[in-house]
Every structure is written in structure tokens, then in C-alpha cells.
């Protein structure tokens, strides 16, 4: 299965709402592709669309080293995706010492700090979403992200938002 001009090599990973697939471009170097599974769930395909928008419209972030590059999309294709950098997951990283943990720490904490200036909240930080691309290491997935201006794609005061393993819990609490 192709995606546009990217060849489907792998699939490594998936969650609630995608999955993530390792591609090939035309000159065979690798990049990452998350394609939404759902697309027939508007509330996803909403969720879906505002990660591409803020990965594209926060793109001083990416120059600043906060966020990955978004290379390409397509959103209105069969199932929608976008592609970013292949990077390596937190879980497959082996670190050398504790040094190296703390400095990890720092960058995803330094990366929240920059977020939160800006009026907006990761919510669904966990392992999964940490990735390591070019000695740095980043928050990734930002399907659920809030925004303090923008319109509520989440309607219900008692929806429960972010994997529920990791969810803080008083949100579980009506």
C-alpha cells in the first residue's frame, strides 16, 4: 500500500486513533507516516486535522527544536495521514547513565515549559509519545492537545480525555 509518494515498508506502532507506519520515499531514505484509522469518527478526524494544523501553524517550534517537522499530509485522501522524521521511540532507547536519563527529563520538561507559555497542553505525555531524533529528545502525538483559544473538539464537561493507564485520577471521578 502506497501513501501518495511514500512506500509502506512497516508498521511500528498504533494507538486509539492511528497507526504508525515506517515509509520509504523515492530516494529510499525512512520516515515515519501516522495514518488515522477512524476516518468515519468525526470527532477523530477533527482531532486528527487540529494535530496537522498545529504542527504546521507552530512551525517556529520546529525551528526552536519543540516539535518535529510535519514533511507532508494528506487529509482528505481514503484514510489521512501525515508524515514526520523517523525517530526512536523512548521504549527502544537504552540510556547509559543517569546523566543521560536527566537530560531527557529536561528536554521534554523545557519542551512542556515552552507549550504552557503558549497557552497549550500536551495531555497525553507517556512513554509512548516520547521519541529520540537527533540526540533530542521530543514529545510527539498531539491528537489531544488543548489550546486555550481554540474551539472545544471535546463537548462533555465529564468526557474522559488521554489513555486511561496514565489519565490523573481525579479526572475519573464525576
Keep these: 500500500m502506497n501513501f501518495g509518494k511514500w512506500k509502506k515498508y512497516e508498521n511500528i506502532g498504533s494507538g486509539g486513533n492511528a497507526s504508525v507506519f515506517k515509509v520509504v520515499d523515492e530516494h529510499d531514505k525512512y520516515y515515519a507516516l501516522k495514518m488515522l484509522v477512524h476516518k468515519k469518527d468525526k470527532t477523530k478526524l477533527k482531532r486528527f486535522k487540529r494535530e496537522c494544523y498545529f504542527l504546521e501553524k507552530y512551525n517556529d517550534l520546529v525551528k526552536n ?6 514533511i507532508d499530509k494528506d487529509l482528505e485522501c481514503e484514510y489521512p495521514y501525515y508524515v514526520m522524521p523517523l525517530a526512536i521511540p523512548l521504549k527502544e532507547y537504552h540510556f547509559n547513565s543517569l546523566n543521560e536519563k536527566c537530560c531527557a527529563i529536561r528536554d521534554i520538561l ?11 497542553a500536551h495531555r497525553d505525555i507517556k512513554p509512548e509519545n516520547i521519541l529520540l531524533y537527533n540526540g533530542k ?3 510527539s502525538d498531539f491528537g489531544l492537545i488543548f489550546i486555550d483559544k481554540a474551539q472545544r473538539i471535546t463537548k462533555y464537561k465529564n468526557e474522559r480525555i488521554g ?3 496514565t ?3 481525579e479526572l475519573e471521578r464525576n
Design 65 to 70: 527544536n519543540v516539535i518535529l517537522p510535519l
Design 110 to 120: 523545557g519542551d512542556i515549559l515552552i507549550l504552557h507559555n503558549l497557552q497549550i
Design 137 to 139: 529528545f521530543y514529545l
Design 163 to 165: 489513555a486511561r493507564r
Design 167 to 169: 489519565i490523573a485520577p
